[in-house]
Structures are given as structure tokens and as C-alpha cells.
């Protein structure tokens, strides 16, 4: 008797779907990213020599495209979005105030979500995250990040903390937006980590969570918000859940994957095409001045025990309790318009045949226009100006007039 197809345990067919959409997203990711290098390298390198507002306009720009080109093809989910809705930006030159988002952070699919969140109110080419150091030196994705002016941190804060005040404050000296999105909680949560942060809320009198959250960190929290003060950033504290969570705790063994809530979203299970149907987000606004500057421990303290009942309360009704007093669902259909996958593609062919015929034909005319923008990078590295790679330094931008920070 022949075995029903339904019944095995991985259909072919799924299987060979699964296969091809890895190959395609795995194929648009790059190519979609190598496209919008080149762009940078081309027009993008004219720009950066002439102005520092004028590049990081350019750079949200190109920033959008990639986020929309990586995403071309990607299942998207519906976002059920309850609380304080950020304001819709629809136009490059809308105004629009910087700010910090904070969230919990469960998995790495984290950071997609959020994003379609900022691309869902037109924000994603403004929103920067803060990274591990080491990413910075990824052939082709890291070179993008470091265009996109990321934050790269190597976890010594001697350092990290001259880095962070001078790219954020170059963001605020030269008068453009910043959503910079921020896990407290420094990781994601799995048993190890828990038992870490347990350990450490216990050794400083604060709170200790047994699940769902770790204990927020302070001291990235409080230099953001120095660093950005003359911008008084809004702060937007996000709490997310998926679908059918329960409050399964991984082990670090076990990765992202889990044996009870099987349907939490992977960035691998993105790439395979599998879709995760919705993702609750509860926003809560708060202003500048409304934050205890002097006390932000206690400040994040009290979100996070807010956030923990919130979360306790999803497992049950797998929705926000706020959802039934104001909820709303917005499908994003961004995803679908494959325009700037297409745009950076082309760029990506054009640029690699053209470096590849200038190399193969003409190489003393590439050395002529690479070497100026290697030395001019090298350069502005080895003097380490205070407003990161671009711009005026600090002292001559007080003694020119300009905004002091």
C-alpha cells in the first residue's frame, strides 16, 4: 500500500520549495546589497566628499532601497500594532524627530520585524542599530553597514563610548533625523543568559525576572540619551510577542529553535519562506523630558515590570490586553514592490562588469579613482574627527559658529 504523500515526513515538493526561496532570498540579499555598495562608491563617494548632510540624506535613501530590496519576496506578517502609533512619514522631507526604540528582544527575527514596523510608518531609512564590531569586517554586508553609519561597538566601553557620542552626535550637528533602535537587555533570552541576569538583578537590588525578560543595562541606554540631548529624542518603548507564545526558555544548545513554541519566527525559517502570520507590538511613547535622567535605572526598572505583566498576559489570550481598547492591524504590503530590488540588482551587474573591464583594460584609470577614496577613508579614520567620518571636527565647528553639543 502506497504511502500517502501527506504523511511523510518532509514532502519533496516542500522541500524543494524550501531549497529554492533559501537560494533566491539568499541570492537577492546579496546582490540587492552589492548593488547598493556600488552606489555608494559611485555617486555616493561625490556626495561624501561635498557634504555630510547631503551624504546622509543620500544614505537614507539608499538604506530604504536595500531594506526593500532585501525584503522582496520575504513573507511578510501582519503587524498588530496597540498603544501610542508613531506618526506616518510619506515624504523624503518630512519632518521628522529622532528617536530611541527599546524592545525586548526573543529571537533574532527581532530586528526584521522592527523594521517592517519603521517601513510600515516610513521610517526605515532613518532607523540605525547598534552592532557587534566584529560585523564590520563581513565582505559586502559590513562595508554596507559601515555606509549606512551602524553603530559597531566591541564591547569595551573606553572605547565604545567615544564611538557612540560621535556618530550620534554628528546626527544631531548635522540636523538629521535618527530612530536608533536599542535592546536593553543586550542579548536574546535563553536559560544561560536568564541565569546570568538573574544573578546580577540579585547582586544590585533589582528586580529579578524568571522568564520572558532579561534585566535591562543602563549604561548604553543613558549615553544614548546624553549623547542625543540636543535633539531631545522621543523614546518609544516597544513590547513584541509572536503568535501561540508561551514563555518557552531556550538553552544556548538549542539556538533559536524551540519544542513547544514551534512557531516562533527564525530568520533562517524567513529565508525558507515560511511565514509567521502576526507579530503584536504595544507602543509607548514617551518624551524627553517626561524621563528621569537622574534615575534611569529605576526609569527602565518600571518598564520592563510592565512589559514582564504584558507579556504574562499574552500567554494567555496570545494578544495584548491593549489590543482590544484601540488595537490596530496594518498588512505590509511594502514588501511586494520588487522597484529597488530591481534598481540595486542592476547596479550590482553594471558595477561588477565595469570594475571588471576598468581592472582588466584600464587599471592605472582604477587606480586613479579608487586610491583618492581609499586615502580620503583612511584619512579621516587616522585623524578621528569628533563627528565620526564625516563633517567638521568639534573644535572647528565651534570656531566656525555651528551648533555646540
Not at 507590538?281 to 523630558?289: A, C, P, R, S, T
Request: with cysteine; charged share 20%; net charge neutral.
Amino acid at each position: 500500500m502506497a504511502v500517502p504523500e501527506d504523511s511523510l515526513p518532509m514532502r519533496k515538493r516542500d522541500r524543494l520549495r524550501e531549497v529554492l526561496y533559501q537560494i533566491f532570498g539568499g541570492l537577492n540579499v546579496l546582490m540587492t546589497s552589492v548593488g547598493i555598495n556600488f552606489l555608494f562608491m559611485g555617486p555616493g563617494a561625490i556626495v561624501w566628499s561635498y557634504s555630510s548632510r547631503h551624504y546622509r540624506f543620500f544614505s537614507n535613501i539608499l538604506q530604504a532601497m536595500w531594506i526593500d530590496g532585501v525584503s522582496y519576496g520575504l513573507p511578510a506578517p501582519v503587524l498588530v500594532i496597540s498603544g501610542d502609533m508613531p506618526p506616518m512619514k510619506q515624504n523624503l522631507d518630512d519632518d521628522v524627530h529622532s528617536a530611541i526604540i527599546i524592545s525586548n528582544h526573543t529571537v533574532d527575527y527581532d530586528w526584521y520585524c522592527l523594521w517592517l514596523l519603521g517601513r510600515a510608518r516610513g521610517y526605515h531609512g532613518v532607523m540605525k542599530i547598534i552592532l557587534k564590531d566584529s560585523l564590520k569586517h563581513l565582505p559586502v554586508f559590513g562595508w554596507g553597514m559601515q555606509y549606512f553609519e551602524f553603530i559597531f561597538l566591541a564591547r569595551d566601553w573606553s572605547k565604545d563610548k567615544h564611538n557612540l557620542y560621535k556618530l550620534l552626535r554628528s546626527f544631531v550637528h548635522d540636523d538629521m533625523p535618527l530612530w536608533l533602535l536599542l535592546f536593553p537587555e543586550g542579548t536574546t533570552i535563553c536559560k544561560e543568559s536568564l541565569e546570568k541576569s538573574s544573578n546580577f538583578a540579585k547582586k544590585s537590588g533589582r528586580r529579578v525576572f524568571d522568564k520572558h525578560l532579561l534585566s535591562p543595562r543602563t549604561r548604553g541606554f543613558d549615553a544614548c540619551l546624553d549623547a542625543m540631548k540636543v535633539g531631545t529624542p522621543t523614546v518609544y518603548d516597544i513590547t513584541m510577542a509572536y503568535d501561540s507564545y508561551s514563555g518557552e526558555i531556550v538553552t544556548n544548545d538549542m539556538g533559536y529553535n524551540r519544542n513547544i513554541d514551534v512557531n516562533i519566527p527564525t530568520m533562517l525559517k524567513l529565508l525558507s519562506g515560511e511565514r509567521c502570520p502576526f507579530v503584536h507590538f504595544h507602543i509607548q511613547q514617551i518624551l524627553y523630558e517626561d524621563i528621569d535622567l537622574h534615575n534611569t535605572e529605576k526609569f527602565l526598572d518600571d518598564l520592563w515590570a510592565a512589559k514582564y505583566d504584558r507579556m504574562e498576559r499574552f500567554t494567555k489570550l496570545n494578544k495584548f490586553a491593549e489590543e482590544d481598547t484601540g488595537g490596530k492591524a496594518i498588512h505590509e504590503t511594502v514588501a511586494i514592490n520588487p522597484t529597488s530590488a530591481i534598481i540595486a540588482w542592476a547596479a550590482a551587474i553594471l558595477g561588477s562588469y565595469w570594475t571588471y573591464q576598468l581592472i582588466k583594460y584600464h587599471p592605472y584609470i582604477f587606480a586613479i579613482i579608487f586610491l583618492p577614496f581609499a586615502a580620503y577613508r583612511t584619512l579621516c579614520r587616522l585623524i578621528d574627527w569628533d563627528y565620526g567620518k564625516f563633517g567638521e571636527p568639534l573644535e572647528a565647528s565651534k570656531a566656525s559658529g555651528k551648533k555646540e553639543l
